[in-house]
């Protein structure tokens, strides 16, 4: 199980593959902001040789993968699911709970009741950023998707026009942090803003032309991102490297769109894909909790920066794998643990009722 790379009523290859490919995306970024320092918590970044460089246009390639997730959510619509929500809950806790408790074995550090409050509550004290606000997105896509079924296409094109306007335009140039809670895209508004994107583009697209040039637009949009960056470090403030990098950025924005419309159109088969694709949000709590960061994921990059040249950039390949697989292998023991509690639960707790609130239609539903 794994919610917010993986809807149940998405089976389609083409999208499993994609979430594959997303997630050895994320690895290979974390890598490189938290690796390298590009544009992480050292917003002053400097250019000092070709390898800044090349850490650059890799970043400006695969920032897109967060917003690219979300909006496979939005195109094949969120169908809640208390069970999922529960799912959550416990893989969530699971994977806060073995890290912790590993890192104290290793290291001798406390394990006292404040951290147990947020080993235990994982999904709303911010351990994972990409959880809490896709858990927000979960939790209000029953009264979207109501909203968004009522609307004709004009209202559905205004709300969306309105949200790109706040999320990609004034929230990205004025409002990173403060009323508009756009926070540079890591927040519920710009979820919900993507969310909305993907409902409109399955609804009223014209998805052959779209398909036609999503590559391009991908690579063209990628590069044109990298040639801001790189010019934003040289010219503009000390935030150089992190503003035109944010996930509300409009050309990160379009990188996203083009590769799901990319992928979508793809026709091959692998039953490899389809039994990985269903574990790739383990993969992500495994590697990008805090600690595994600070003192696994600095040190393999580390480890590559013994070699020189293209040998350091195969090395990091390398990693990506490495640690995608190590978190795949992990998921799916996790998967057999935790999925038959997760039934229990719903069945216990009667929590299934909730899952049937939205389904009726409503009264005077204006179609088009």
Same mark, same amino acid.
């Given at each position: 199980?794994?919610?917010?790379?993986?809807?149940?009523?998405?089976?389609?290859?083409?999208?499993?593959?994609?979430?594959?490919?997303?997630?050895?995306?994320? &690895?290979?970024?974390?890598?490189?902001?938290?690796?390298?320092?590009?544009?992480?918590?050292?917003?002053?970044?400097? &250019?000092?040789?070709?390898?800044?460089?090349?850490?650059?246009?890799?970043?400006?390639?695969?920032?897109?993968?967060?917003?690219?997730?979300?909006?496979?959510?939005?195109?094949?619509?969120?169908?809640?699911?208390?069970?999922?929500?529960?799912?959550?809950?416990?893989?969530?806790?699971?994977?806060?709970? &073995?890290?912790?408790?590993?890192?104290?074995?290793?290291?001798?550090?406390?394990?006292?009741?404040?951290?147990?409050?947020? &080993?235990?509550?994982?999904?709303?004290?911010?351990? =994972?950023?990409?959880?809490?606000?896709?858990?927000?997105?979960?939790?209000?896509?029953?009264?979207?998707?109501?909203?968004?079924?009522?609307?004709?296409?004009?209202?559905?094109?205004?709300?969306?026009?309105?949200?790109?306007?706040?999320?990609?335009?004034?929230?990205?140039?004025?409002?990173?942090?403060?009323?508009?809670?756009?926070?540079?895209?890591?927040?519920?508004?710009?979820?919900?803003?993507?969310?909305?994107?993907?409902?409109?583009?399955?609804?009223?697209?014209?998805?052959?032309?779209?398909?036609? =040039?999503?590559?391009?637009?991908?690579?063209?949009?990628?590069?044109?991102?990298?040639?801001?960056?790189?010019?934003?470090?040289?010219?503009?403030?000390?935030?150089?490297?992190?503003?035109?990098?944010?996930?509300?950025?409009?050309?990160?924005?379009?990188?996203?769109?083009?590769?799901?419309?990319?992928?979508?159109?793809?026709?091959?088969?692998?039953?490899?894909?389809? =039994?990985?694709?269903?574990?790739?949000?383990?993969?992500?709590?495994?590697?990008?909790?805090?600690?595994?960061?600070?003192?696994?994921?600095?040190?393999?990059?580390?480890?590559?920066?013994?070699?020189?040249?293209?040998?350091?950039?195969?090395?990091?390949?390398?990693?990506?794998?490495?640690?995608?697989?190590?978190?795949?292998?992990?998921?799916?023991?996790?998967?057999?643990?935790?999925?038959?509690?997760?039934?229990?639960?719903?069945?216990?707790?009667?929590?299934?009722?909730?899952?049937?609130?939205?389904?009726?239609?409503?009264?005077?539903?204006?179609?088009?």
């Amino acid at each position: 199980m794994g919610v917010p790379f993986k809807e149940k009523t998405v089976r389609e290859f083409n999208i499993e593959l994609l979430r594959i490919f997303l997630m050895l995306m994320i &690895i290979g970024y974390h890598l490189i902001v938290h690796g390298a320092g590009v544009g992480g918590a050292n917003d002053n970044y400097i &250019i000092t040789d070709n390898y800044s460089v090349a850490y650059i246009l890799l970043k400006s390639f695969l920032v897109i993968a967060v917003n690219c997730f979300v909006f496979i959510s939005g195109f094949y619509r969120i169908s809640f699911r208390s069970r999922t929500v529960i799912s959550l809950m416990l893989q969530t806790t699971f994977y806060a709970l &073995i890290i912790h408790l590993g890192f104290t074995l290793l290291t001798g550090a406390p394990f006292g009741l404040r951290l147990l409050v947020n &080993i235990f509550l994982p999904l709303f004290n911010g351990t =994972w950023w990409f959880i809490t606000a896709y858990l927000g997105l979960y939790l209000v896509s029953p009264l979207l998707n109501k909203g968004i079924d009522s609307c004709i296409r004009e209202q559905l094109l205004f709300v969306l026009v309105v949200f790109t306007v706040l999320n990609a335009f004034v929230g990205f140039l004025f409002s990173s942090e403060g009323v508009l809670g756009t926070n540079g895209g890591f927040s519920l508004i710009s979820f919900v803003h993507i969310y909305l994107a993907g409902r409109y583009l399955n609804k009223y697209s014209n998805h052959a032309i779209l398909q036609k =040039w999503s590559a391009a637009v991908y690579l063209l949009s990628s590069a044109a991102l990298f040639v801001l960056v790189h010019t934003s470090i040289a010219h503009l403030d000390s935030k150089g490297i992190v503003r035109p990098l944010n996930d509300n950025h409009p050309l990160v924005l379009l990188s996203a769109m083009s590769l799901f419309v990319f992928f979508r159109n793809l026709r091959l088969q692998s039953p490899f894909v389809n =039994w990985a694709g269903t574990c790739v949000l383990g993969v992500y709590l495994l590697h990008d909790h805090p600690l595994v960061r600070e003192h696994v994921i600095s040190r393999l990059f580390s480890w590559s920066q013994h070699y020189s040249g293209y040998q350091h950039f195969l090395a990091l390949l390398g990693i990506t794998v490495l640690v995608f697989v190590t978190g795949l292998l992990v998921d799916k023991v996790r998967e057999m643990l935790l999925a038959p509690v997760a039934g229990y639960l719903v069945k216990w707790f009667e929590l299934h009722q909730a899952d049937h609130l939205f389904t009726k239609e409503t009264a005077g539903k204006v179609k088009r």
